[in-house]
């Protein structure tokens, strides 16, 4: 349901990706706050089930990270430096069309208990049930961090073999700080989890995509515009003006329910 609150936070854009285009937004990025953590926000309505990336960044098979969403609709969390890798799938499943979802995943690789330096928030309760469920280790460093030779991607896989489709709105990418899903959201009158106006800093390589812009540059009239304030402005791949709409987390339009046919 919209947002209806009094002085409410709302979000007046989203962008489309559709993964047959091969969208993508791209940047490599400088040296990092730290490698141990970072967060990722984002709120996500579906447009199909598929293996597709939320964000990435990819060296070699043995060098990588990745937070997609899989084909069962299921969230998956990967990370791999030097052949050592963790992952975890969730048992929660993303399977409404008609519904915005939002998503956290907080990494912390030194907190002492092992459970804890991954942390993945479905609209502000956190995921405990896993399919595959293999905890980082100690200061495990996040290849998203750590390599600054290759570009993050966001709305693709590591290796760029998937691609998202859906809409995507008030997009977070918080370098070297864990985050907990109410820095970003909160609970309603009516039981609700609706957006909420972040008010912290973004580090070294952190970003915000509010997609208000429907330029293709690397600039702050693209799409890949950044409005932290750090003017880390992303490439843009395979995405036209046209892939910007209104339906937000705030103002949400009725979808058809693919599951149903």
């Known amino acids: 349901p919209a947002n209806t609150e009094s002085?409410?936070?709302?979000?007046s854009n989203s962008l489309r990706p559709e993964a047959d285009d091969s969208p993508k937004l791209s940047k490599t990025v400088s040296t990092a706050t730290n490698t141990t953590n970072m967060t990722f926000s984002l709120w996500y309505k579906l447009g199909e089930l598929a293996n597709m990336g939320f964000i990435s960044?990819?060296?070699?098979?043995?060098?990588?990270?990745?937070?997609?969403?899989?084909?069962?609709?299921?969230?998956?969390?990967?990370?791999?430096?030097?052949?050592?890798?963790?992952?975890?799938?969730?048992?929660?499943?993303?399977?409404?069309?008609?519904?915005?979802?939002?998503?956290?995943?907080?990494?912390?690789?030194?907190?002492?208990?092992?459970?804890?330096?991954?942390?993945?928030?479905?609209?502000?309760t956190r995921l405990t049930s896993f399919v595959n469920n293999t905890n980082p280790s100690s200061?495990?460093?996040?290849?998203?961090?750590?390599?600054?030779?290759?570009?993050?991607?966001?709305?693709?896989?590591?290796?760029?073999d998937s691609y998202l489709s859906g809409y995507v709105s008030d997009l977070y990418y918080i370098d070297g700080q864990t985050k907990a899903p109410t820095d970003f959201g909160k609970t309603n009158d009516n039981g609700v989890w609706i957006p909420k106006k972040y008010l912290g800093t973004f580090g070294n390589n952190g970003?915000?995509?509010?997609?208000q812009q429907t330029g293709t540059s690397a600039n702050s009239s693209g799409i890949g515009a950044d409005t932290s304030g750090?003017?880390?402005?992303?490439?843009?791949?395979?995405?036209?003006?046209?892939?910007?709409?209104?339906?937000?987390?705030?103002?949400?339009?009725?979808?058809?329910?693919?599951?149903?046919?």
């Open 7 to 11: 002085a409410a936070y709302e979000i």
């Open 57 to 124: 960044k990819f060296a070699d098979s043995n060098n990588r990270f990745h937070l997609r969403i899989m084909d069962d609709g299921s969230l998956l969390a990967f990370n791999n430096v030097s052949g050592t890798y963790h992952y975890k799938t969730t048992t929660a499943k993303l399977r409404d069309f008609s519904a915005w979802y939002h998503i956290v995943f907080a990494y912390d690789t030194t907190d002492s208990t092992a459970a804890d330096r991954l942390k993945i928030y479905l609209n502000g």
């Open 139 to 160: 200061n495990e460093a996040l290849k998203i961090a750590s390599d600054t030779s290759n570009p993050l991607k966001l709305f693709c896989s590591n290796n760029e």
């Open 207 to 211: 970003f915000k995509m509010e997609f």
């Open 230 to 261: 750090n003017d880390h402005h992303l490439t843009v791949a395979n995405l036209a003006g046209t892939d910007i709409t209104t339906d937000t987390p705030t103002n949400n339009f009725c979808t058809f329910n693919r599951i149903a046919f």
